[in-house]
């Protein structure tokens, strides 16, 4: 395509594999903020940790997931990139479009392949078209444009981008496509000084129950560490495969990772990674992964091979709190789903994602549904935070 205000030559390619394109290349448009080499802001969006799906076979063919990422260039300069994916089911998405699909498919459509433009089985929040800084609109435009035109020459029903900033949704509503609006939990640090600050927050029923969980969780007859960069060891992959294993087949039948991930992410994401392990008797009995980002720290994977009252949420919530508030970090992302963690301080907030569908009268359809989607959405967020632990006034309240 030629962009006429300037006639200069745009391209949009198509690349089945990160190792197609030079890491600092992505880089420069995923993540500049890390050019001095500081945190990015969204890890998951790296060239480091798309490659490593890739290179560990946990994307690719045979999984649903083939790489189909977008690269723009003008004039021979990249400018914009998007990782984006064939998909032949709806798994390890995390924004639910199963009913759709059943929908367009009794109607006589084919639902599948579809592409998205997501980072595969993790549902956090992060700019999804990538570009480098002074070419955000440019590149943007040329984004959409170039996976509409794809989709459309190859018959493709829909575009999916999930889990995209509220910025490039308000963009991508603008330029035609289908806005989403669906819920998750997130920890807010109001600047807390210690966890017993943030404890100071909540009302005195929450406060005393919190504490109380988090004694239990200790009581466990263990030690628990929070493992980051050269503190995690080899062996420690070798537990939490175990870990991942047995909640991977509980949760999705088939867990999405597979054990190389866990080996390259200890050659090339420690750096990135917070990892909470739970020892008993000298034997790793549970753990919990987390990712960290330049302001937020991202929850993702739990699993125990031992069941002990509460160690769940001390693993996965109450560590995640103490780390984030230690390193000044703005908020914690949970993951998908789980209204358990309401009373744990977590409250919930809006998260988005873009649809394009190519059947005009479904998209219609769609729509329709989005749009009482939406208002239901915002009723069941006013409530539920009406509903949090935090205190309603500023009132002291006994201990």
């Known amino acids: 395509m030629t962009d006429p205000a300037q006639s200069r030559t745009l391209t949009v390619n198509v690349l089945t594999s990160l190792a197609q394109i030079d890491a600092q290349d992505w ?13 990015p802001n969204d890890p998951f969006t790296t060239h480091r940790f798309l490659k490593a799906l890739e290179d560990s076979g946990s994307v690719g063919v045979g999984t649903g997931w083939e790489p ?40 006589g459509g084919q639902y599948y392949p579809k592409f998205q433009i997501a980072v595969p089985f993790t549902p956090a929040t992060g700019r999804r078209f990538l570009t480098r800084p002074g070419h955000e609109a440019q590149g943007l435009s040329a ?91 080899r062996e420690h992959w070798d537990a939490f495969w175990v870990f991942y294993q047995d909640t991977g087949a509980r949760k999705w039948g088939t867990p999405y990772l597979t054990r190389a991930f866990f080996d390259i992410a200890h050659e090339t994401l420690r750096d990135d990674l917070a990892l909470v392990m739970c020892s008993r008797d000298g034997q790793e009995i549970a753990g919990a ?74 998209s219609d359809a769609v729509a329709r549904y989005l749009d009482a989607e939406r208002a239901a959405i915002d009723e069941d967020i006013e409530i539920l935070t009406a509903y949090g632990p935090f205190r309603k006034t500023n009132q002291e309240e006994q201990q």
């Open 143 to 233: 984004l959409v444009q170039g996976a509409v035109q794809i989709a459309s020459d190859n018959e493709l029903s829909s575009i999916h981008a999930t889990f995209c900033t509220e910025a490039e949704a308000i963009a991508g509503e603008h330029m035609g496509l289908l806005r989403r609006v669906t819920t998750q939990y997130h920890w807010i640090n109001d600047d807390y000084a210690d966890f017993d600050a943030f404890l100071a927050s909540l009302n005195s029923r929450k406060r005393k129950a919190i504490r109380k969980e988090r004694a239990r969780a200790q009581a466990f007859g263990g030690e628990i560490r929070m493992l980051t960069g050269d503190q995690i060891e």
């Open 27 to 39: 880089d420069a448009c995923a993540c500049p903020e890390a050019a001095d080499g500081g945190r």
């Open 289 to 362: 992964l987390n990712v960290i980002g330049r302001d937020v720290l991202y929850g993702r994977y739990w699993g125990c091979v031992e069941d002990h009252p509460c160690l769940h949420f001390e693993a996965c919530y109450y560590q995640a709190i103490d780390f984030a508030i230690k390193h000044g970090m703005a908020r914690v992302e949970a993951g998908a789903q789980g209204d358990h963690k309401l009373a744990r301080g977590y409250l919930p907030v809006q998260t988005h994602s873009l649809h394009w569908i190519a059947d005009q009268g479904f």
């Open 68 to 107: 189909r990422h977008l690269v723009v260039e003008l004039d021979g300069e990249i400018i914009a990139v998007a990782p984006m994916y064939g998909k032949g089911h709806s798994q390890g998405e995390y924004i639910f479009d199963h009913n759709w699909a059943h929908a367009f498919e009794r109607a």
